[in-house]
């Protein structure tokens, strides 16, 4: 068994999860560690995502027209057609850095399902992906946990530079959906289903700079 670390940086979209992946694999590096990160979905990469770029531009409807469990299913889909990549990289580095992983599918589609049955979905989607299909377990999940209007206009700044698309994808439309996301990710942390769980204060409007780790999972 390889003895790689792979961490985790989840968030709402605008939480800083690409600049934070960045700055840790270089720290990684600098620090005489060999460190390689990877970004779900692998879009132009899978199958998988390019079913999943229609899917966010609306072109199968908006977010309601498509159900969770079959929107779930396209993500871990991607991650799938991937685990042989993220094995040869956990394989040939100390430390593999991933912005978005599986919690990210638990949040976005754990939010669009009623409260009274999210749980059983969530666990549902956690044995579908890391038991079924075999994704490994990070060693930590780090959620930065942004307010929805920081990271909008996050988002905004990210397309005027021309970071981004020129139009939001269907998430990112939706304000009220994304604060949903928001307390889903706080609600898988309280679930305790991964085993190293830190979420951090990413408030301060520094384009992606995480704050302090909050105590306790949530």
């Known amino acids: 068994m390889s003895s790689s670390v792979l961490i985790a940086f989840e968030g709402i979209d605008g939480a800083g999860k690409r600049t934070q992946t960045r700055r840790l694999e270089e720290r990684a590096a600098a620090a005489g560690l060999k460190a390689a990160s990877v970004s779900f979905p692998r879009y132009r990469q899978t199958l998988a ?25 396209m993500y871990a889909l991607d991650r799938y057609e991937s685990l042989e990549h993220l094995r040869r990289l956990l394989a040939g580095h100390d430390l593999v850095v991933v912005d978005r992983y599986v919690a990210s599918n638990l949040a976005y ?91 951090v204060d990413g408030g301060g409007d520094g384009g992606g700079e995480s704050g302090r780790p909050r105590a306790g999972g949530d």
């Not at 299909?133 to 946990?145: A, E, H, R, V």
């Not at 949903?180 to 991964?194: I, K, N, P």
């Open 109 to 199: 589609q754990g939010a669009r399902i009623p409260e009274a049955r999210r749980e059983d979905f969530i666990r549902w989607l956690f044995a579908l992906e890391h038991r079924v299909l075999g994704l490994p377990l990070p060693d930590l999940t780090i959620f930065l946990d942004v307010p929805v209007d920081l990271a909008a206009r996050r988002i905004g700044r990210r397309r005027e530079g021309g970071e981004a698309a020129v139009s939001a994808d269907i998430y990112e439309q939706s304000q009220v959906y994304l604060e949903q996301c928001r307390e889903t990710y706080r609600f898988v942390a309280r679930l305790g289903l991964y085993r190293r769980w830190v979420t």
């Open 49 to 73: 995502a390019a079913a999943i770029e229609d899917y966010l531009s609306g072109s199968l409807g908006d977010i309601a027209s498509v159900p969770p469990r079959f929107a779930a299913a």
